[in-house]
Each structure stands twice: as C-alpha cells, then as structure tokens.
C-alpha cells in the first residue's frame, strides 16, 4: 500500500504532466468526494462518487485553455496532503471567457487504503 507522501508525489507528477484525468482514474477512490470553495456553474459546490469527478474534470478541460500550471507540494500531514496549484488560464464559456488570467489555489487530499478519499479546494475570487 502506497502512503500519503507517495499518492502526494504520484499527484504532483502526474498534474506537472498535464495528465489529470490519469490521476483521477488510477489514483482516486470509487466513493472519492470533492468540495470546492465555490460552487460550480452548475450550482453544485459537494461532489459524490467518481463518476461525477470524472465529469467535473472534463468540463474543466472543455472549457478551459490552460496555458501554464504550476503545482508543488506535497505537504503531507498524517493521512493528509496539500498540493498548491497556479494556473494560467483562459476560460472559453461563461462570464470569463476569453479573458486570460492566472488563478492560484491550495488543494487538501485525504488518503485512505492507498487511494484518495477527499479533495477540498480553498481560493478566492476577489
């Protein structure tokens, strides 16, 4: 079984890769929950299940034109890591689109039996 600093690590490298829906598929918990600091345009803040990660994930890459990310971390912490995302970004729907700017967010994972359980975003928008 893989501990907390080695998902953290696998995470970092495979975000660093632009490779985020691998790090869904091979290192997240079928019953995985994500809570963002916001709610999404759907109006959902919680999600449920790794069907509904999944989805969140491919509208990101749908809508998003990422022209740069920088991720470090982790910092683990027991059964806890924390990864820090900054993203050079332009939105292609919605009130932002096509309005280019860099976004910086810290994310907190938590890890149980190998896979990741929980993800948790904190930023702000103003």
Not at 10 to 29: D, F, M, P, R
Not at 79 to 96: C, E
């Amino acid at each position: 079984m893989s501990s907390t600093l080695d998902i953290g690590k696998k995470l970092v490298a495979l975000c660093k890769a632009g490779k985020t829906t691998e790090a869904v598929e091979s290192l997240y918990a079928p019953n995985i929950v994500s809570v963002e600091a916001e709610p999404m345009p759907d109006g959902k803040q919680r999600l449920e299940g790794i069907a509904a990660v999944r989805g969140k994930n491919e509208w990101w890459v749908k809508n998003h034109e990422v022209h740069k990310m920088e991720v470090t971390g982790p910092w683990p912490h027991g059964d806890r890591f924390v990864v820090n995302f900054k993203i050079d970004v332009t939105p292609k729907a919605g009130p932002m689109s096509g309005k280019r700017f860099t976004m910086e967010e810290a994310a907190l994972y938590s890890v149980k039996n190998g896979k990741i359980v929980q993800e948790e975003f904190f930023y702000s928008r103003g």
